[in-house]
């Protein structure tokens, strides 16, 4: 995964998480992040359209958990802001070499099990466990 969504989004439920009494605006979470408030917007949005987040407009608004920490786990957050496989593409070999008429098929698989390896292990840490770190 070449983009920073998964980063943000995790960056985002962890402050979240680590001030569940307050309303923490996007400007607050981007100066958190050092990116651009949009972005930070942007993803707000994904996080609210998945429940995982309420939000309270106008002055004095911010944002919110809507659900416990402990039942977001970082495997769904992952699943929500991939865009691609985490090794990338396969080539566009040549059909009539012995290698290259084959090889799709066989990194296909690697990049299956990679990728269920880490779900797996991102499915054991939720961002309750994972603000745990912050303490």
């Known amino acids: 995964m070449n983009n920073t969504r998964f980063a943000t989004s995790i960056h985002i ?9 307050e ?5 607050y979470i981007a100066g958190s992040i050092n ?9 707000i949005v994904h996080l609210r ?4 987040i309420d939000s309270k407009e106008g002055k004095g608004g911010g944002n919110t958990l809507a659900v416990p920490a402990r039942a977001i786990m970082l495997s769904d957050v992952f699943l929500l802001v991939r865009q691609s496989a985490i090794l990338g593409r396969s080539n566009d070999p040549n059909p009539k070499c012995k290698v290259g008429k084959q090889i799709n098929k066989h990194i296909d698989h690697l ?4 990728e269920h390896a880490m779900l797996k292990r991102l499915s054991r840490t939720s ?9």
Not at 127 to 135: E, P, T, Y
């Open 13 to 21: 439920l962890t402050l979240l998480a680590m001030y569940p009494d």
């Open 23 to 27: 309303l923490l605006s996007s400007e």
């Open 35 to 43: 990116i651009n408030p949009v972005l930070v917007r942007k993803e």
């Open 49 to 52: 359209k998945k429940g995982w």
């Open 111 to 114: 990049y299956e099990d990679a």
């Open 127 to 135: 961002i309750a466990d994972f603000v745990k770190q912050f303490s």
